[in-house]
């Protein structure tokens, strides 16, 4: 079923997927990709900067491969982590494949950067799976690797504040009993006081302060 999402999800991407030389296949070993991602929120309309990350795609020459159609799937981060079926920043998203895919095309120095809007459901309860480094990436259909999906929005409604903080400790105060990827902000794999001061400060620039209006899955 998995196999059948990832190929669906590639499908929409097909135009820019057969432009693709042969010579400029992605070289996951080449590549950069970050350890770890955090879902935000928006204010007036604009994603939290806080959550921007880039994606470098390079072949087996070392070369930037420019046009490279990056997705990011988080089938495996479900139902811990929800991905915002509108995405206001660089990133597209297509919820009809299930928990959502969200994707990007790299420029001409081979990099995207994306910022992505979401939430987690923390409901005191872990539900998730393998959640450390929950995400696939894909390139061209070529698979990277895994990232850590976290989530400052906690609860997944009325933005990032206060109460996220005090959702929070359901899963720090947990560690190491059960590991939840959602909290762990600094993609340590432990979900630390380190992480809480992150999440602090995240409400408290006031950057997040509207959850998303619907979400995938």
């Keep these: 079923m998995k196999g059948t999402l990832i190929a669906l999800g590639f499908a929409l991407l097909l135009p820019a997927i057969a432009a693709a030389e042969p010579a400029k296949l992605p070289n996951p070993e080449a590549c950069v990709i970050p350890c770890g991602i955090c879902l935000v929120g928006t204010t007036a309309g604009v994603d939290d900067a806080r959550g921007a990350f880039s994606i470098t795609i390079r072949d087996f020459a070392n070369n930037p491969v420019a046009g490279s159609s990056v997705l990011i799937d988080f089938s495996g981060c479900a139902p811990d982590i929800h991905v915002c079926s509108v995405q206001t920043g660089a990133a597209g998203v297509n919820c009809s494949l299930g928990p959502g895919f969200v994707y990007g095309v790299t420029d001409m120095t081979g990099m995207t950067t994306m910022c992505i809007v979401g939430g987690a459901h923390n409901a005191g309860t872990h539900t998730g799976g393998a959640d450390f480094q929950c995400a696939a990436i894909y390139a061209d ?69 509207n959850s998303c209006s619907a979400y995938c899955n």
């Design 141 to 209: 259909g070529v698979q990277l690797g895994h990232v850590n999906v976290a989530a400052f929005d906690e609860d997944g409604s009325s933005g990032v504040n206060p109460t996220d903080a005090s959702m929070w400790f359901s899963d720090g105060l947990d560690y190491p009993g059960a590991y939840r990827g959602r909290s762990d902000y600094d993609c340590s794999h432990s979900v630390t006081p380190a992480d809480l001061s992150i999440l602090m400060q995240a409400s408290l620039d006031h950057r997040s302060l």
